[in-house]
Structures are given as C-alpha cells and as structure tokens.
C-alpha cells in the first residue's frame, strides 16, 4: 500500500497560479502511475490529469488542457500538478490517486489509494 498528502493549495485570483504537490510513501513510487482528480460542491469527483510510472505519458481533461502540467520525481516520490490561468470553474478540493496497474487511467474506479484532499479556491 502506499499513503498519499497532498499540499499547495490556496486561494488566488483568476489567472493566478498554484502548484499542488502530493508525497507518497510506503511503498515504491515507481510501482503506480499517478491521477488528480477534484471535485467541487455539489458535483461529483472529476479527472483532471494522470501520468504513467516512468512519466512517458500522460492524459488530461479538455477543461484543463493548456494550462494544468502534470509531473512526478520519483527520486522524491512526490507528483505535482502545476496550474496556470486559473479559473473560477477550477474551485474544487484536489485529490491525487495512486493506481497500481501504472497506466494513465481517467476514470476514479481504476485507482487504488487516494489522499485526503487539498482545497483550491479561485475568485473573480
């Protein structure tokens, strides 16, 4: 098994930026490929970006093409999700997820460990 803490999240103005980061330990990094997911009030979780066990691939929702860079450093067994031109849309507590398999899925049912969330607040 492999615990998940994700980090960086805030409140910015549209167009700002943040960069989440999420630490993995307890088990080798290298052994999952790596999701984020958010979810706002009231909606169900979403998939935002995911990237494989050697980060030779990688997959993002069309809400976030363009502007959201998913990235891992396995030396420190952490991923990040960087996030330019923010949107108020984007508002949501961002989850990152660890699936076994090591592929780039897209939907929540295919991951395995989940983190607790960190909370991403764009204003207008």
């Known amino acids: 098994q492999v615990q998940l803490v994700e980090s960086g999240g805030g409140l910015v103005q549209a167009g700002g930026s943040l960069r989440l980061s999420c630490a993995a330990s307890g088990s080798p990094f290298t052994n999952y490929g790596m999701g984020w997911f958010r979810q706002a009030p009231g909606k169900e979780r979403e998939f935002v970006a995911a990237?494989?066990?050697?980060?030779?691939?990688?997959n993002y929702a069309g809400s976030v093409k363009g502007r959201f860079t998913i990235s891992r450093d396995n030396a420190q067994n952490t991923v990040y999700l960087q996030m330019n031109n923010l949107k108020p849309e984007d508002t949501a507590v961002y989850y990152c997820?660890?699936?076994?398999?090591?592929?780039?899925?897209?939907?929540?049912?295919?991951?395995?460990?989940w983190g607790q969330g960190t909370q991403v607040t764009v204003s207008s």
């Open positions: 997820a660890a699936d076994r398999s090591r592929k780039v899925h897209t939907t929540d049912y295919e991951y395995d460990y």
């Open positions: 990237i494989s066990w050697n980060t030779y691939t990688t």
